[in-house]
Nanobody
Framework: QLQLVESGGGLVQSGESLRLSCAAA?????????LGWFRQAPGKEREGVAC????????YYGDSVKGRFTISRDNSKNTFYLQMNNLEPEDTAVYYC??????????????????WGNGALVTVSS
């Protein structure tokens, strides 16, 4: 059972940046997993933010973050990241990392994730 742990959340001002990280709690390899980030703001449904294919060569972004957020993976560190630039108050949410064991060159698995982190709170003040 893969357990994921997020880190890097916090409080920032509008326009600033944050980087979230996600790794397997026991240091397991994520090489065979498609990976993604989701978020849920108070009173709203969970939203898919970004996805990266198993191969790492394909990424997908939700419209609200396109051009500001970047997802990446470092298989040598068994960790993946969400770099968030030019943050806006509307980005305030709990961010969850997620994974699905799948061989993929695209992000068709994005909404069928099997493993989830516990969430990291990101708060953006205006």
């Amino acid at each position: 059972q893969l357990q994921l742990v997020e880190s890097g959340g916090g409080l920032v001002q509008s326009g600033e940046s944050l980087r979230l990280s996600c790794a397997a709690a026991d240091g397991s390899s994520l090489d065979d997993y498609g990976l993604g980030w989701f978020r849920q703001a108070p009173g709203k449904e969970r939203e898919g933010v970004a996805c990266i294919a198993t191969s790492g060569g394909y990424t997908y972004y939700g419209d609200s973050v396109k051009g500001r957020f970047t997802i990446s993976r470092d298989n040598s560190k068994n960790t993946f990241y969400l770099q968030m630039n030019n943050l806006e108050p509307e980005d305030t949410a709990v961010y969850y990392c997620a994974a699905r064991r799948v061989t993929s060159t695209m992000c068709g698995f994005f909404y069928r994730m099997d493993y989830w982190g516990n969430g990291a709170l990101v708060t953006v003040s205006s």
